[in-house]
């Protein structure tokens, strides 16, 4: 994962090609010492490509982490604290966007809004608060009767003040762990909806783009699909792996 994330932050400058460059007569050929990855159909360098891939990867999971990490955070934290009618609204609206599988209406949603960037992580965003909402939720029930909360309360600290305090950062260790493991999620919806035509649109460089790409050319040239796709794979098991790690740390009595 660290590998990816130097990848994406230095990008380009790990290869002389410009990924929208072509090279027509070479088009398709495998790869090369010139061209580690190989070329796609257009001629270009898919390494360069790859690289510039990652990027996206990564704002896209980064926008999405934290976006829906601070909405789920704070209506669990909301719901869980004062419950009533509150809890019952915000359940409800859980319950309703749980109904349906989330790549499902990510699908839904970006093919009513229009294909871009911008639509799929509004679509991720959506489909996203909810798990953080439903973690923060439990943590701020079990907070709440924790000593110091009831301490808090009882000198008169006001509800927000005992939110962000004590109930919020009560629930953190939790929700980094969600967020390692929501990232490789957003990751793989927004390579999904591109493959699908409904995400970043060429000849903006995406991993689910160049999916796409390689698919009429899986005899020919294979290096066109195994490239992308082992790098979606790599960087997902890392933020699995960089999630279960955290877990572990955060709570050692469950190993």
């Known amino acids: 994962m660290i590998l990816a994330a130097l990848a994406a932050i230095v990008g380009p400058g790990l290869t002389p090609f ?19 990855f190989g070329l796609d159909e257009l001629g270009r360098d898919v390494l360069a490509r790859v690289l510039a891939g990652a990027r996206i990867s990564f704002f896209v999971g980064l926008t999405v982490v934290s976006i829906s990490a601070s909405i789920g955070t704070f209506l669990g934290a909301v719901a869980g604290y004062f419950g009533g009618v509150l809890d019952d609204a915000i359940g409800r609206a859980i319950d309703v966007l749980l109904a349906f599988p989330g790549l499902l209406l990510a699908i839904a949603l970006v093919a009513v809004l ?15 608060w ?83 790409g390689g698919r009429a050319h899986l005899l020919d040239a294979p290096h066109l699909t195994i490239f992308p796709g082992l790098a979606i794979a790599a960087l997902v098991l890392g933020l699995n792996f960089l999630g279960d790690g955290l877990r572990d740390a955060a709570d050692p009595k469950q190993t």
């Open 18 to 36: 410009d990924p929208a460059a072509q090279d027509l007569p070479l088009r398709l050929a495998g790869p090369t010492l010139t061209h580690p």
């Open 114 to 128: 229009g294909p871009s960037l911008s639509n799929v992580l509004f679509a991720l965003t959506i489909i996203g």
């Open 130 to 212: 909810v798990g953080y909402a439903r973690l923060v939720r439990g943590q701020a029930l079990r907070a709440r009767e924790l000593e110091y909360v009831q301490a808090a309360r009882a000198v008169g600290a006001r509800a927000p003040h005992v939110l962000w305090r004590h109930i919020i950062p009560a629930a953190m260790p939790a929700v980094v762990v969600q967020a390692t493991l929501g990232m490789g999620g957003a990751i793989i919806g927004e390579a999904a909806l591109s493959f699908l035509g409904l995400g970043v649109q060429p000849p903006t460089p995406s991993w689910g783009t160049m999916l796409n």
